[in-house]
């Protein structure tokens, strides 16, 4: 059955109800107005300002007299008509002017044209003039409240701002987007030859890696208008809207071009279209298909080039990525060792550093991070030198605060027994000295027992000598020992495990998965079992395969890290002397650097300082706290490392 939708109503409606309001102002607000204009006085006192001479100009009605009081000619009074014959007399030997335009009765015709005709004369070429705007802003379209109107914000020839220079790490997207500031600067050099630029330039890349930035630094160099607008504002409750605003978006586009045009987080709008949607995307699809019509349709977009950032770029619609719309694609990735340390130096120009900070240190400490991590990093480490009241950030504010963005702040409240104390410290020697007793392995830089406010008590810090882009098998296997480390300690010398493990666990149990069904690292050869479905933001994977065969993945994934995990236990037992040599220092430093956990390996003499934990005797454990059940420790903070973000795990 077809709706029946109601009919609108007519604009002589809505001029009944403005008549409708006229009239009721002109019975009720005109003679008010009126009446207060005049003020009502008794006759005795008409009579004394009479007597005294104080009544300036009187007129005389038939049923009232109006005057008016020396001294104050604006005020009006007005007083009864009395029987006193004398009236006249008295009023002439005072000296008063006898007057018939105090208040000159309106003439009934004026008072319609002013009452009625001019008042609805104005507000008919208030309303002309209101819908004349309102479709000239809408470009035609007679949607109101500028519901179908693009909120995009517009930047004509910025002269300040960020620039190129303001953005590190990004070389080869900062050279693919000058590209397009040379043309839009001198277009006729490309034209001759008979090149033309991409329409659309897509930035890919993980979060926080200054694809925004990139975009902003194109707006201040290019000089020419730049329109910036989200993906989510095109998205609107009405269907209709987002296409609306698409054209208009354009629109301006158009009669500003040369122009670029920078939509953020495209994928909101540009997801893929699936079929059997039962209603629940039109408005979605709507403005899709808007997008494609404006990027690639009949009409010329000539001058206008579209940049756009998503961090999905498996979710867009196809037909968005062809070539003629997003021509281009410019990846922007994690930084490299010689981009973080740019982007630290950028940064850094902000804030009042010491002059010999290392930054290469640094930025190898802060492997992994994005650009908005180091940005963070090095905002941490200026706050950090406010709170202890230096005028200058030094290197160890900024050693500092990656911890601190890795691990989270110091936990001072937390009070650990001497038993957890002591399972924290071998747990993390383990880590450190299987790393140490294996080749292949990232060198480690700080190991520490301190509690952190992300829930770890203690963590063990690797950092790369270098770029590490691919791994071998048999680095794998041995970064799935190191993190079996901690646990094989606990069991070496206390023979009994403790929850702090989970996260090793979590880590191992990912890097041995991915050997098997990603890398080929198993029995399967060269056949892919699992697939990345979202590169960028977690790093998603999904299995393709059977039952069986996944059942067949878990047994090998079970097994590679078992027998990583007696290589570990093997490794702690060798080396039993040392294991137990480390915690101890450890247990009473708390926190030690690379370079004298290394020391300590090789210098057998170096002793643990005063006073030695009395769990610890000669090597040996010896009069530890009775372990309690594992039900009785559930509210005990857990021992949670965090994933070291100095080690690279193998990408496709």
Known sequence: ???????????????????????????????????????????????????????????????QILFTEKGNDEQIYKTGLMDDPGLTERLHDSGTKFSSTIQEEASPIAEFFLGWVLPLVAFYF?????????????????????????????????????????????????????????????????????????????????????????????????????????????????VGMGASKVRDLFKQAKEKAQCIVFIDEIDAIGGKR??????????????????????????????????????RPESLDPALLRPGRFDRRIPVELPDLAGREAILKVHAKKVKTDPDIDYTMIARMASGASGAELANIVNEAALKAVREGRKTVTQSDMEESIEVVIAGYQRKNAILTDKEKLTVAYHEVGHALVAALQTHSAPV???????????????????????????????????????????????????????????????????????????????????????????????????????ATSAKIDDMVVKLVSEAHEKAKQLLTEH?????????????????????????????????????????DSGTVIALPAAQPAEEKKDEPQETPEEHPEVHYPQN
């Not at 709706?3 to 002109?26: Q, S």
């Not at 203690?458 to 270098?466: A, H």
């Open 1 to 63: 059955m077809d709706e029946v939708n109601k009919p609108k109503k007519p604009m002589m409606y809505y001029y009944a109800i403005v008549i409708l309001i006229l009239a009721l102002l002109n019975l009720f607000a005109r003679p008010a107005i009126q009446q207060a204009q005049v003020t009502e006085v008794d006759y005795g006192t008409f009579m004394t300002l009479t007597e005294e001479g104080k009544i300036e100009e009187v007129q005389v009605e038939s049923n």
């Open 126 to 238: 208030i309303w002309q003039m209101l819908m004349r705007r309102l479709m000239k802003d809408q470009g035609g379209n007679s949607l109101m409240f500028n519901m179908g109107k693009s909120n995009a914000r517009v930047y004509i020839k910025s002269t300040t701002g960020i620039k190129f220079s303001d953005v590190a790490g990004e070389d080869e997207a900062k050279e693919s987007l000058q590209e397009i500031v040379k043309y839009l600067h001198d277009p006729k050099a490309y034209s001759e030859i008979g090149a033309s630029m991409p329409k659309g330039i897509l930035l890919v890349g993980p979060p926080g890696t200054g694809k925004t930035m990139l975009a902003k630094a194109v707006a201040g160099e290019s000089n020419v208008p730049f329109f910036s607008m989200s993906g989510s504002e095109f998205v609107e409750m009405f």
């Open 274 to 311: 699936v079929s059997g949607n039962i209603g629940g995307n039109d408005e979605r699809e709507q403005t899709l298909n808007q997008l494609l019509t404006e990027m690639d349709g009949f009409e010329s977009n000539s001058g206008v080039i579209i940049l756009a950032a998503t961090n």
């Open 445 to 547: 830089q700080k190991i520490t027992i301190i509690p952190r406010t992300s829930g770890a008590l203690g963590y063990t810090m690797q950092v790369e000598e270098g770029n590490h882009y691919l791994y071998t098998k048999k680095e794998l296997e041995n970064r799935i020992a190191t993190l079996t480390g901690g646990r094989a300690a606990e069991e070496v010398v206390f023979n009994e495990v403790s929850t702090g493990a989970s996260n090793d666990i979590e880590q191992a149990t990912k890097v041995a998965r991915a050997m098997i069904t990603r890398y080929g690292m198993g029995d399967f050869d060269m056949v892919a079992m699992e697939t990345v479905t979202n590169q960028y933001l977690g790093g998603d994977t999904s299995l393709a395969c059977s039952e």
């Open 576 to 616: 039993r002397d040392d294991l137990d040599r480390i915690a101890k220092y450890l247990y009473q430093k708390e926190t030690i650097t690379g370079e004298e956990f290394m020391e300590l390996l090789e210098n057998k003499e170096i002793k643990a300082p005063e006073p030695v934990p009395k769990a610890v």
